[in-house]
């Protein structure tokens, strides 16, 4: 297993469980990449009808089932709350919510679940389904739970013999195995043996101060989030995306930037997260800013994961390309891996996420 | 010197000391609570880093006691 | 308006570099966060006359930036200038013990604070504790501030370093014997290899537990000691937050600068604690140096002064470090960071999960995360998963709140 993010965590959780010994590398440890720097977003009301939208409902299941199996990663069914400024996006979103098969959602005034916020929206769609967890503790504690063992060094390249991968060479020497699983996240695109068009996507996260009891109680986000997360402009795009946490802080998003694997503060762009965040909960005026972060979110051509057989190489998996719903698709992702690795039937149609579509 | 209060009690301050050297001085060494295990805090480096006496004046929340000078007439709780 | 320097921080260094800059004519404007300059060491002293320098108090910087002309700082108000100047101090550096977090558990450097700027009397009857030479001024001050100082402990013991760092630097010795005697004239004890290993109190301190420490500094033979407020301080964290926005380069805990104070950053000066704790006196001298990289070259005299007194710093820094056997004074309840209120326990269980470095403890077990960002706790963490304490970056070196950062992009070049 290559990556000790909630991929790879899921991953080795459900292999193990059917059985396969797994060893996860990783160079910086257990979440030290994408999965350090995201809110732990469980959505399934920001996907458009598909297959996505089929991999996060299993996944929104699994989550539950994984939050009694194993816990500690401050899982809570929060629940998504969608607002629309206008009455003409509150048709739009209403007709999308309305599209999304298998997604609890109703039209709602939107003060009568967020009393913070502005008034003169037109209104929201509420998603009771939409979750939250701590993205690192989960990671934390699926890998724990697996038994699989953690080697934290670099994997320098895929080991291939004739058509096969058969292991990895490490910064600590060659590990062999009948399976690779590539979930590598950011950097799952870049080994010359198996490339992948994975590419990363900036985004920035402004954390507030902590309260004693947070003015937000759900995940509260505008419907431009939806538009912006399966865009494909080149330039900067924010929408305002705004949840408290269990330690108390408010975290704000979300801005989307292609600037390969800069992670540089903005400090424009975090004035924009701050408009669209008071813009939204004028409360939150007077809240204090403590810090802030970038994180970088693999995207691929057509905004879908990858995950599957690798379509040159015989005993390769990947399971990346997750953009910035990792933490939600883990688990169903996990769960096609474990299908495809070790037999059993993927809990969703494999062929639109196979890794060949590219090619 | 001045007078500001604290919870409804009059504290002296001498001209250009902070808040919470005020309090400190007037025996009251607590004025707050955290938010997890309700432990009191007050003064502890005293130089605007750790963010223990935060404190409400007139109104404005979560402001360093050690680093804001009293004025008379001042609200202060926690 | 835009200016030739701009300094940050209003202590000895930064004070003396407005001043000389101001002297040979540049347009220099002096920022600090407090009311009132001096920073920690001057605060109390009367408020220095800066003529030609534009003084801007009560401004906590944010933020500061490259711009196209020079430099932006960022605080309520945003300060253009051409070269910036860093001179931003320290903070002390504590450890965590049982009942740290009490109130009337003090900074060795708060508690002076306390009395030199804010003219209180910290507490009526004190422990002092911790390690390194500041403490023995510390303890003067309040003796004559009308403390009872009932014990001053230092946690290292007399080295053969120390004694040739003292015997090379006679009035530095001198000066340490002062303090050595006016202790003694008070009766009051100076124990090495002692530490305050633990408070007690209900609602605030009302005496502490004292233990010998091993070289290592593990506690044995433990007593009890009445007192109401306790001083604590082992040694200082230069406060490089800016310097870090910035990229300036780093060794260990403070910004790298030459002999001009000149960082790796092109425009970008850092002077005093911030390069290194060294004391007052040496902070002034580099002061007066960064100046001088600016106009004209630096005298000879300076450069000799500047050498000779980092020369001693670094061996005072040697002579006083933290030893690791302060981990066992702590009980798994025991708070490692104050903010969060993370114990030892939640630390051990994170690094049972994985959490092999300070970043990945941070994300697992929240210490650090709170409201000072790892600045008390930040070099506990560090060396619990055996890591040599290193600054981390900070995007806001100040909170602010959300609707002052709506105003940022707005007010360039206000």
Known sequence: MVGAGIVGASCAYALTRAGVRVTVVDRGGVASGTTGAGEGNVLVSDKEPGPELELALRSNTLWRELDAECGGFEWEAKGGLVVAETPEVLDALTAFAASQQGVESAVVDPRDLEPHLAEGLAGGVHYPQDAQVQPMLAAARLLRASGARLVQTAVERFLVSGDRVTGVRTGQG??????????????????????????????????????????VRHKVYTAAYVTNVASDAEGLETSGVIESTQAGTVLIGASRQRVGYDTAIDYTVLAKLARQAVG????????????????????????????????????????????????????????MITAQVAGGTPPVDPAPFAPGRFA | MIEFRFEGRA???????????????????????????????????????????????????????????????????? | MSYDLAVVGAGPAGLTAARVAAKRGLRVALIDGYARTGGQFLRGAAQPRLTGVEVKLGQRVWAVEKSPGGFQVHASATTTAATLLIATG???????????????????????ALVKGERIRPGAEMVVAGTGPFLLPVAVTLLEAGVRVKEVLEANRPSP???????????????????????????????????????????????????????????????????????????????VDLALQLGCELSGDHVVADDRQRTSVEGVLAAGEVTGVAGAPSAVVEGALAVHSLVGEPPPRLLAEKARLRRFARALERSYPVRDGWRDWLTPDTVVCRCEEVTLRAIDEARDLGA???????????????WCQGRMCGHAVARLTGHEPAPQKRPFAQPITLADLTLHDREDNA
């Not at chain 1, 800013?289 to 998996?317: E, K, T």
């Not at chain 2, 002296?12 to 060494?29: C, D, F, K, P, V």
């Not at chain 3, 015997?167 to 090495?192: C, I, Q």
């Not at chain 3, 005496?207 to 070289?215: E, K, W, Y």
Request: charged share 15%; with cysteine.
């Open chain 1, 174 to 215: 060659d590990l062999y195995a009948d399976a690779v699983v590539n979930a590598a996240g950011t950097w799952a695109g870049s080994f010359a043996q198996a490339p992948l068009p994975i590419r990363p996507r900036k985004g920035f996260i402004l954390v507030t101060q902590p309260f004693a009891v947070p003015p």
């Open chain 1, 280 to 335: 939204l909960f004028p409360v939150l005026a007077d809240a204090q800013v403590m810090r802030a972060y970038a994180g970088l979110r693999p995207y691929s051509p057509d905004h879908l994961p990858v995950i599957g057989p690798d379509h040159r190489l015989g005993g390769l998996f990947h399971a990346c390309g997750h953009e910035g719903a990792g933490i939600g698709l883990a688990p169903a992702t996990a769960e």
């Open chain 2, 11 to 78: 504290i002296s301050a001498e001209e250009g000391q902070s808040i919470g050297a005020a309090l400190h001085a007037a025996g009251i060494r607590s004025w707050r609570t955290t938010r997890f295990g309700g432990r009191p805090r007050g003064l502890f480096c005293a130089i605007g880093a750790c963010f223990d006496c935060l404190l409400t004046v007139n109104g404005v929340p979560d402001q360093r006691a050690c680093q804001t000078v009293a004025r008379a007439g001042d609200e202060v709780g926690p």
């Open chain 3, 90 to 112: 320290a903070h002390d550096t504590v450890l965590p013990f049982p009942g740290w977090d009490l109130p009337g558990v003090l900074t060795a450097g708060g508690a002076q």
């Open chain 3, 161 to 239: 370093l120390m004694a040739a760092a003292l015997a090379r630097n006679p009035s530095k010795a001198a000066e340490a014997l002062a303090y050595v005697r006016r202790l003694a004239a008070a009766r009051v004890p100076y124990r090495t290899g002692h530490a305050v290993v633990a408070a007690h109190g209900k609602d605030s301190v009302e005496g502490v537990t004292v233990a010998r420490l091993t070289p290592e500094w593990r506690p044995y033979a433990w007593r009890t000691v009445d007192c109401d407020t306790v001083a604590v301080g082992y040694g200082f964290t230069p406060q």
């Open chain 3, 356 to 370: 092999h470095d300070p970043r990945t403890l941070k994300l697992l077990a929240r210490p650090g995360m709170g």
